[in-house]
């Protein structure tokens, strides 16, 4: 598969999920696990541009297939638009979820860069933010939506 | 000076988090690690009579087994009463009993399913109130022979009371005989809830053939966890080192000592670095949670408005291991007269053991439950006297320089301004004027309003430091000990340091990555204390850098030190700026046209420890526990559907007296994120136990923390800025603070919008809908008839 733009190869079993090859196996640690059972939304990754929990995804479904997480865009550039939003508003604590929540929200407005504020939260509340309330993330997210308006 | 101080800065680590390539220590891996798993019991008391791990041996790559014959040691920073692996008995359904190392998790997991452990199971205690009585089973038989912080604590052996604390102020009996009006209320209770941190407990640990330990663990306190270790083990200080990275969420679940201990005593058997990553259900039924308590209080009143005597008695339940809980109920009952102004004051806090999952401490420490307590109190003091609850209030509340706190402590002057907090959070959510009409006739609004205190518990000896240690081009690295889980602290000293050397916020660099070996020592990152704390020693010692700096600057541009000053990035003559040195040629010594050099590499060191705090006296409570005290008001307008019992918060209100914003936009993300966590307690989160002691809902699903759909969108931060003399820039402490009042301003709007009388959490719309049934049925029967009007 292409990890963050990387062709990585690598041997694995048929119930490895796709969250514990990526940290264990590739030390791809810019996706984190937080309940490993699809309740948190923390694991999230593009795969093949779509964000899944990576928890619910068995790693040979992503045979031959793309996966991004958080650290892509910089590694290949700069930072996705929201997630330079992230910054300037503080939608940030202790950053365990941010990575998810920049991916799920760069894909959001991606497909839909005038996103109400409704639709943001119900978009994004399969994430779990503990620290932040949550305000400053959706007002990044909404901040943020002229950079994908073309 | 620069102009940095005040400023909305992002959090300096803002770039890594977002990329997320900061490291977490679950993160790490070291090469030729074995991976932990935990055997727990499926009882909630049980002598462990045997454990068989022949099978589990023969699962390929299973490397060890462990119980806790291999570790009979106890840990804790208050009782060390915690083991890592059930020594002899099992104390609660989840209690770890052996543990599994092998060379991957799944080899682990597999082996853990295989090993049989055979109990006989003993009575268990989940009440309370049981748990007091005579003849309640005994928790831990040894108590007696645990260490106990020293002056702070005694638990009783032989029964289940690991401390009672009691504050005696004035005379409550005579005070209560000097009221017109007394309100008692029975049966508060608050129920166990987990701290919900993202990144679940996890430590690695590597011995080293010279007897060194090195641990990387996800914690708010490398220095305690050393200083635990070390007085459990008997180990030289310095031969443990604790690494520290970005800690993904504590709120207080991470301080005091973790799992450290036991990746550390299994690498010294194997020779191996261990890793230990609890899962989301280890974390919930065998890693600590926050503690229940059940309450009863009673205030007493003149007709005119003036508190005279209040009594509250606290039970808390601790479950299996009150370690650090016992503090917690000690908080509570020292701080039982919050923010008022009362001469006569009873308050007895009591932690029990019981055989539920082990406590900590959690965001508030103390102040969550007896405000909880003292606030509703209020509401029903102020409807019995027909007053105003917010002119109620402010009738009674402590005044800086003039009140004594419930200890007996003079306030200081400069203590902040709790009236100024609370008019200002009354007047952000319109308390003067009624809520508008819901549009839906089956909904009903309302205000509720709530005040508070909260200054660090901490040992009176508590202490912090810091170093400023400049490089070759006059770049910083600010060395301090309080760590980084997202609290904003870090960044508000990395502003400091740049503003008082007048450089740009680029050239100083707080290094996420920590050991004990390297950096400053400070007591713990918690109490809210760390901007105030770390904050002191660094300002002292950018002092001593600036002094060292003067030294050799003097001597260099042959002038009188006195007459010198640092600021823009350079130290110059006052009056004559032209005279100057840039800081690059000073801060690695200075140099001479023929090269004659004088001065050397400059670091500044500074430190701090709470002044004037004393042991309470045992008998009474009274003295000084805290070094600072920041007051607070929460408001909140809510509208609930009757029906469903759903809560919609309106709009809320976070009002502080901080002293000084250092960075306004950390504070407002901490006020914002403490509301929201408040109201998530108060609305979802409990977690629930069967008959048998086992938890029913130990993951994400069913123990529902608030998401994004109930993420309120008006949240107004209020800040007001009363300095104190010795606080950095003037601030304390809030990040505990900030969901203090949440759950009592919540709650008094709930019962105001539908004549309840709630004060049990939490208020699901379930738990709403039978009170409503209960206590106020013609208020739904009118709620089914809108309905049915289809208005």
New interface residues.
Partial sequence: MTVNGERRAVEVKDNELLL?VL??KL?V?????????G??G?CTVLLNDLPVKSCMVLAMEADGADVK???Y??KNGE?APV?RS?????A????????AF?LAAHHLLQRNPNAT?EE???Y???????????????EAVEDARKYYQK | MGNLIGS?I??I????????????T??I?LPGQVYLKLVTSPYAHAKIEDVDYRKALDVPGVVAVFTGKNFPYRFGIYVGDRDMLAIDKALWSGHPVAAVAAES?EAAERAAELIDVEYEELPAVFDVEEAVGPKAPVVHEKLGEYRVFPGLFKPVPGTNMANTFRLRKGNVEKGFEKADIVVRENDFFVPFAS??????QNAIALYRVDGTYEIWTSTQSPFAVRNLIALSLGIPMHKIVVHHT??????GGKAGIGWEPLPMMISKKLRRPVKLVL??AEQFRSAPLTASFKANARMGMTKDGRIVAYEARFLFDCGAFADYTVNVARTAGYMCGGPYDIDDVFCETIAVYTNKAPTTAFRGFGHPENHFVLELMMEKAAKALGMDPVEFRLKNLLKPGISTTCTGTKLRKDAGRPDIALERAAKAIGWSEEPAEPVEPWKVRAKGIAVLVKGPSQPPNAAASAMVKFNEDATIDVIVGTGN????TVTSLAMIAADAFGIPLEKVRVSPFRSTDSMAYTWQTVGSRGLFTDGQALMKAIEDAKDQIKDVAAQALRVSKEDLEVADGKVFMVGKPWINLKLEDVVMGYMYENGNSIGGPIIGRGHHIATQCTILDPETGQGSPTIFYTFGATGVEIEIDVLTGEVKILRASQAYDIGKAINP??V??QA??????GMSRTLFEELRFDERGNMMNP???TYY?????E???D?RVELIETPQHDGPHGARGLGENVMVAVAPAIISAINRALGTNIKRLPATRENIVKTIEGQNPDLLERAMRALRLGR
């Fill in positions: 514990d940290r264990d030390y640690k810019s996706v984190k696990a937080a309940c490993w059972k309740e948190c923390l997480t958080a650290e865009f910089i930072l997630q992230f910054i300037e508003h503080g940030l604590q202790c950053g365990f979820c941010t990575p920049s504020r943001i939260k119900e994004l509340s399969g994430i779990i933010c503990r620290c932040t309330g949550y305000k400053q993330i959706i | 909305r992002p959090p680590d803002s770039l890594e988090k977002v990329t997320g390539t900061a490291v977490y679950s993160d891996d998790w701290h919900g941190y993202m990144e679940t970005y800690t993904g969420g504590g709120f899962s989301r889980m997202g609290q904003g936009l950390l407002e993300g914002i994120g403490g509301f929201v966590m993951n994400f699903s923390m608030v998401r994004t759909k993420a309120p969108d949240i």
